[in-house]
């Protein structure tokens, strides 16, 4: 019934290892997105995709690669993982891109990052 | 002027207060934005919707300043499980939106 499940909720590593969320969405959506919220608890769009195509890409380093096999899913992977990576990753569907009136975003539970 | 300010919080308020935050905005282009409510350790929620000049659903009032670029969040007789971290959420540009940095509220009994 879980309408935006992710995993891991948690995720403790090593610096310098690879690791992946998984994202899955049941509620039909086009749109999918991740986000990083550090621990200043601001939260930053990373990417989003549309229908499985990359629709925003905002300044993250490319150690970071999303892939999105289908419009229910979109997974992150993170290479060579950084002590600066640490926080809680959300992953979000809306029926659509953009903000305009009722697009409201459903977020996943969130999973927490902590590189040691 | 940043993407979204917030009032920085902590607001800490009595139960059956009422309290108000704004939001200030930079695009002026913008159309529709959103609160969302986030409990610690929890996801963002969406609280309410707000486009034209406002939106009221029971304890809760957002309104829309265009000329002044902020919405603001009103909350009347404050209950203790409205206690959050509230996030205004805004247009950027083209497709992309910022979530603001949140303010915290912390009612008290």
């Known amino acids: 019934d879980t309408a935006v499940s992710q995993t891991p909720k948690y995720l403790v590593t090593q610096m310098g290892n690879d690791k992946s969320i998984k994202c899955e969405q049941n509620?039909?959506?086009?749109?999918m997105y991740w986000y990083k919220q550090d621990s200043k608890k601001f939260l930053k769009i990373m990417f989003s995709?549309?229908?499985?195509?990359?629709?925003i890409n905002e300044t993250v380093p490319n150690r970071f690669s999303p892939k999105s096999p289908d419009k229910a899913h979109l997974n992150l992977h993170i290479n060579s993982l950084e002590l600066g990576d640490s926080a809680v990753y959300f992953c979000?569907?809306?029926?659509?891109?953009?903000?305009?009136?009722?697009?409201?975003?459903?977020f996943g539970p969130g999973t927490r990052l902590t590189v040691l | 002027r940043k993407e979204v300010e917030q009032d920085p919080g902590p607001f800490n308020v009595p139960e059956g207060a009422t309290v108000a935050f704004n939001c200030t905005y930079s695009?002026?282009?913008?159309?529709?934005f959103f609160w969302y409510r986030q409990d610690c350790r929890k996801e963002p929620k969406l609280l309410m919707s707000?486009?034209?000049s406002g939106n009221e659903d029971g304890r809760f009032t957002a309104q829309l300043n265009r000329a002044s670029q902020y919405i603001s969040l009103l909350i009347r007789d404050s209950k203790l499980s409205d206690s959050a971290t509230y996030l205004c959420?805004?247009?950027?540009?083209?497709?992309?939106?910022?979530f603001g940095p949140g303010t915290r509220l912390s009612v008290l009994p």
């Open positions: 695009n002026s282009a913008s159309q529709s």
């Open positions: 979000a569907s809306s029926q659509r891109a953009g903000l305009a009136g009722g697009n409201e975003q459903f």
């Open positions: 509620l039909g959506h086009d749109t």
């Open positions: 995709y549309n229908n499985k195509e990359l629709i």
């Open positions: 707000v486009y034209s």
């Open positions: 959420v805004a247009p950027y540009y083209g497709q992309n939106f910022v």
